[in-house]
């Protein structure tokens, strides 16, 4: 299961009136080696309670567009002393 299947299965427990611990339990059951951790659905959950009950995943500011490895960070030593 991706991250958005868990989302709206989140999200179903929290239309159905589950509290936390019950919507952690029912993925834990069904998809033990997927297990959600606590502060997931309790952050989930005050989204919904605020009125966000989109299940996409939110733009994240300020996080890089690549990935900087070894081979694309390439400092020249030289240039430390210009």
């Known amino acids: 299961m991706d ?6 299965l ?3 427990c929290f239309l159905k009136g589950k509290n936390i611990v019950e919507a ?3 993925p834990d059951a069904e998809f033990p ?3 959600l951790g606590k502060s997931t659905i309790k952050d ?3 989204k919904f ?7 996409e995943d939110g ?21 430390d002393f210009e």
């Open 49 to 55: 309670r605020s009125g966000e009950m989109s299940t």
């Open 24 to 26: 952690k339990t029912r």
């Open 59 to 79: 733009e994240h500011i300020g996080r890089p567009k690549e990935v900087i490895t070894d081979e694309n960070n390439f400092k020249n030593p030289q240039n």
């Open 3 to 8: 991250k958005k299947e868990f989302r709206l």
């Open 33 to 35: 080696d997927t297990a």
């Open 10 to 12: 989140i999200k179903h």
């Open 44 to 46: 989930r959950y005050a």
